[in-house]
């Protein structure tokens, strides 16, 4: 996992969905002042072979030891949601709080579409429709997720696709695919045992991990807060500021 630190102040972690890079941060890490912020190109976009929750967990935790940092919040979009409550429940040591941003970890954020996807014969094909997707028309790539974007981001949309098909996304896609579906059920049933502060942030039109998504994955944590803001599943670039003030409230909270 690689990325480097900016700022001072109280470690956060930064980790983006499937497809992506931690880039796509770049909004919010220009807007957090005094914290530690991290926003790491997880295993598969990095350059190395894309893992399941648990490989990026141990990632993630190399990273902060490496950096000796011993203990963060964790952010996690969509499916970096899963690394962050993977992390919190294989090195609970290390995580002072979570906070899951249109993030997968209830049942209800797989859907038969989903499971289709991650079938060997066609999520291949899948991850080169996806990508490619954000390069054809990367207006219906944003509005397939609820989300809305001015024409200046949906050309960053576009070339963030053109980057994934160069740089082989497509595969990381497809196996990320798999490991979602294959370990979403594991992760969903050890949910209560998250001892930290969390909250869950959910776009009122998301359709990608829908508001009752997060609505369920809240009522699993035990210590959790649920909020529902405007907006579709791109909340990082689509309301970068309403994930700021989401990320400064969970600092204020976290387990230090």
Known sequence: ??????????????????????????????????LRVVAPDRPGYDGTSAQDFAGNASALAAL?????????????????GGVALELALNHPELVAG???????????????TDRLLALPGIR????????????????????????????????QVRRAGMRWLREGAASSF???????????????????????PS???TGGSDRTVSPAAAADLAARLPRSQLRTVPGGHLLP??????V????????????W
């Open 124 to 155: 291949r094909l899948a991850g080169v429709v996806v990508c490619g997707s954000a390069v054809l028309s990367p207006r219906s790539f944003v509005a397939a997720t609820g989300s809305s974007l001015p024409a200046t981001d949906r050309r």
């Open 244 to 255: 700021v003030a989401a990320v400064q409230e969970i600092v204020s909270h976290a387990f």
């Open 1 to 34: 996992m690689r990325g480097s630190w900016h700022g001072d102040g109280r470690p956060v972690a930064l980790l983006h969905g499937q497809p992506g890079r931690g880039s796509e941060w770049d909004p919010v890490v220009a807007a957090l002042k005094g």
């Open 174 to 196: 497809a196996l990320e695919q798999s490991y979602l579906v294959r370990d979403s059920a594991d992760l969903a049933a050890r949910l209560g045992e998250v001892e930290v």
């Open 199 to 201: 909250l869950v942030l």
């Open 64 to 80: 902060a030891r490496a950096s000796d940092v011993e203990r963060l919040v964790v952010v996690g979009h969509s499916w970096g």
């Open 237 to 242: 670039a689509e309301a970068p500021d309403l």
């Open 98 to 112: 979570l906070c899951l941003i249109g993030s997968v970890g209830s049942p209800l954020a797989i859907h038969p």
